[in-house]
């Protein structure tokens, strides 16, 4: 069984999701990156789109308004200046 990314999503008002995933796709200022576990180190700035979480077959979506994302041995964190989760209609 391949190992699964720990992974966070803060905004000011709270935490939106804690949990460990198999991959997260974000928007980053310099294009958009997808982080699976073991993903080498990096920090970038975000910009506004849309943080898409995959667990199993199962996908969910927050709409961030900027922040920061890191990349660290301890998985996926980010600060988002805005986050909501995306409810399909």
Same mark, same amino acid.
């Given at each position: 069984?391949?190992?699964?990314?720990?992974?966070?999503?803060v905004?000011? %008002?709270? %935490?939106?999701?804690?949990?460990l &995933?198999d991959?997260?796709?974000?928007?980053g200022?310099e294009?958009d990156?997808? &982080?699976?576990?073991?993903?080498?180190?990096?920090?970038?700035?975000?910009? #506004?789109?849309?943080?898409?979480?995959y667990?199993?077959?199962?996908?969910?979506?927050?709409?961030?308004?900027?922040?920061f994302?890191?990349?660290?041995?301890e998985?996926?964190?980010?600060?988002a #200046?805005?986050?909501? #989760?995306v &409810?399909a209609?």
């Amino acid at each position: 069984m391949a190992g699964k990314l720990s992974f966070s999503l803060v905004s000011p %008002e709270r %935490e939106v999701f804690s949990g460990l &995933v198999d991959q997260v796709d974000a928007p980053g200022v310099e294009g958009d990156f997808g &982080v699976l576990p073991d993903h080498a180190p990096f920090m970038t700035a975000l910009r #506004e789109g849309l943080v898409t979480v995959y667990v199993g077959a199962a996908r969910t979506q927050y709409d961030v308004k900027g922040g920061f994302a890191d990349v660290n041995g301890e998985g996926l964190t980010i600060l988002a #200046e805005q986050a909501t #989760e995306v &409810v399909a209609a």
